[in-house]
Structure formats: C-alpha cells, structure tokens
C-alpha cells in the first residue's frame, strides 16, 4: 500500500512497489505490444546469451513468436550492443543510435577497470582509426579483431587490444548470432556500417529522456537505481534538474524514490501470475535496492560466480531458480523448478502451469514433464 505521512512524501511499501515494477515489465498480465514495441518499452532487452530476450519476451506478451524478434534482428530493426552496465543489450534500431552515445562514458570506465594497463602505451586514437577500417571491410571476432591489432601493437595483449575498440567504438553483434534456432560466432560491425547512419551527439535533454524511459519501465526509483541500471555515475544532479515534472515518494526505508507522472501504482494486492524468466533478465539487475523482486537471503542462490540462474516469480518476487534437461537426444524435456521455500498449493499449481507452457515454447515435439522439488506442498 501506499502510506502518507503529514506533508512528506508518500511511501511506498514493498509490495506496491512490486506490484508498480511488474505492470511497468508486462509481467502482471501479458502485453499485447509487438516485439518491436516491447524490446522499446523495455528500454532494450539483456541479451548476454542469445536466447536471452526471447525468453524475456516470452514471458511478457500474449502469442509471442520467437520468429517475429528474430526477424527483426536480421532486418535490422533491432541489434545487439554494449549499452546499459556496458553489457550486449538488444534494441531496436532507433535506441541504438540514441543511447549509445549516452552511454560512451560507461564502455569506457569498463574498459579503463579491466584493461587499461594491459593497453599502456597504446595510441587509441590511432587504434580506434584502425579498428573502423577493418570492422568496415567485414564483420570480426573480437579474437580475429584482435590479432590483427596486434600487428601493429605486438607487445600488447590481443584482448585488451579488441576491448579497448568496443569501448571507443558503437559496435554491433551482427547475426547469424542471436536468430532464433541458429548459432554463429560472435562478430562485430561498426553501427555506422549496419544501420547506414552514425550515432549522434549527446545532451542534456537525451540524458533526461532516457531516465524518463527508465522511470516508465522501472520506476518508482532512486537516482541510485538509475545508476545500476545504467551504469552511469553523478546521476543525483541530472535528476534534481528534472525534479520539478517528476512525482516523488519514499520506500519504507526513506530513500527518495521518483517517477513519471503517469507511471501506473497498481493496488499491492493485485494478484501478480506465476513467471519464468531467462538468466540475467533486467528485473533484477536494475536496482541498488532490489527487494522490491527478492528478499535478501535470497540474492546469492541466483547466482554462482559469473553465472546467473533462471529464476522464476510466484506472488510477484523471485522464489526460486529453473533449468530445462534434455534427456534421450532431445525426445525428452523436462523442467527442474526449484523454489527457495516452501510454495502454497495454489503456487505450486501456477509453477506446473506456467513451466508445462514454457515447455511449449522450449522443446516443441519432445516428451515434456515438470518437477517441482521441495516445494513442501
């Protein structure tokens, strides 16, 4: 619910943010948008793994095929770049040429943390030139990318080398990576080459645009939420300066939450379906504080290391993690659902549900099962 307390501003509890935060990621009930629609509402999809967002869309609209996104990758309507957190996000063509520049500064502080030292010495001026020329000619590894850098740079590391040109430069990932039901190495183009047109120059009123976009998919929010989800640094000033068109509230903990005037704030008790949602899904890698889609003890078993797991929600928070095992060549698929507590009847009814369906989705033509360990039902 939403508490008030005297003139302060209105706090919001967990659950309204939860409920808040679903409906803005078409988790509360599934969307009716097209692909193109959904991938720009989203403001971009992660897309780290190939089938990444067709999961996450899978998840989010009504009769969603799989070929309508990967139709639009390879028309080049969308692509997949190095944009928020300088991870490979998939947008459409239009965000491209307008958040990559926005985001210049965060490709190269990842750069700058990883690789720096390893490119000491290095022109990158004069490696940013070279590496145009030869992305121009034909899509590249990063690995052949690299090798051929270091023919001017021998007593540099090939790695860095490449890393030091996907900082400096928009490049994209160019199919056949990423197509539904295809595979390919990952070779990269400049944008300019792609998409026929270069990214623009960035400003103030782009900067505050993109947070408003933020805020409609992922709000209410703190500057600080706006930061992990961007990856940006010094946010605090630019959001003071849109302050005055946005409203504001607090969470239960009384940090400063802000949001777009007509950003929806569903009743918390909304019933929120049971969702299963890819690895690295941006629902949970945007947010500083992000009990608002799993509780704290919760954190460590979606992840293990670098790897995060697929996770699905009951009642609208993570409550467990899911994988999909192939058994005889493929005939057979079966989806392990491990939640992190006990389910209710009712959720473990929805778990079985909503995994027979993505099962549907996942492995058309085999044997499917569900299993749903330790649910204490």
Same mark, same amino acid.
């Given at each position: 619910m939403t508490k008030r307390t005297g003139t302060a501003a209105p706090v919001l509890t967990t659950r309204a943010l939860n409920r808040a935060f679903l409906d803005r990621q078409l988790l509360l009930r599934r969307s009716g948008m097209s692909a193109a629609d959904a991938v720009e509402h989203l403001v971009g999809l992660h897309a780290q793994l190939p089938k990444v967002p067709y999961y996450a869309l899978r998840a989010r609209l009504a009769d969603f095929r799989p070929e309508e996104l990967s139709d639009l990758l390879a028309s080049r309507r969308t692509v997949r770049i190095a944009l928020q957190r300088s991870t490979l996000h998939m947008v459409t063509a239009r965000d491209c040429l307008a958040l990559r520049p926005l985001l210049q500064d965060v490709q190269e502080r990842r750069f700058r943390a990883s690789f720096r030292k390893r490119a000491e010495g290095v022109d990158l001026a004069r490696l &940013?030139?070279?590496?145009?020329?030869?992305? $121009? $000619?034909?899509?590249?590894?990063?690995? $052949?990318?690299? &090798?051929?850098? &270091? $023919?001017?740079?021998?007593?540099?590391?090939?790695?860095?080398?490449?890393?030091? &040109?996907?900082?400096?430069?928009?490049?994209?990932?160019?199919?056949?990576?990423?197509?539904?039901?295809?595979?390919?190495?990952?070779r990269h183009t400049t944008v300019e080459q792609w998409l026929g047109e270069a990214p623009g120059e960035p400003s103030a009123e782009d900067l505050e645009a993109m947070l408003e976009r933020c805020l409609a998919a992922f709000g209410p929010a703190s500057a600080g939420d706006m930061q992990i989800w961007s990856g940006l640094t010094g946010l605090r000033e630019v959001v003071d300066r849109m302050r005055p068109r946005l409203r504001t509230f607090r969470d239960e903990h009384g940090t400063e939450l802000f949001d777009v005037p007509d950003g929806p704030l569903p009743d918390p008790e909304t019933p929120a379906p049971v969702r299963f949602l890819p690895e690295f899904d941006n629902l949970f890698l945007s947010h500083r504080d992000r009990t608002r889609v799993i509780a704290d003890a919760f954190r460590a078993r979606t992840w293990k290391g670098n790897q995060a797991f697929s996770v699905f929600l009951a009642d609208g928070f993570i409550r467990g993690v899911w994988r999909i095992e192939k058994e005889r060549r493929g005939a057979a698929a079966v989806l392990v659902a491990e939640p992190f507590e006990p389910l209710s009847r009712a959720e473990h009814e929805g778990v079985e549900e909503e995994g027979a369906h993505l099962l549907d989705f996942a492995a058309p033509g085999a044997v499917h099962e569900v299993r749903v360990t330790g649910s204490g039902r």
């Open positions: &940013a030139e070279v590496s145009f020329g030869l992305l $121009e $000619e034909r899509p590249l590894t990063f690995s $052949e990318l690299g &090798a051929a850098l &270091a $023919e001017l740079w021998p007593a540099h590391d090939r790695l860095a080398l490449s890393m030091a &040109a996907r900082a400096l430069l928009a490049l994209v990932q160019v199919p056949p990576r990423g197509l539904w039901g295809q595979g390919g190495l990952a």
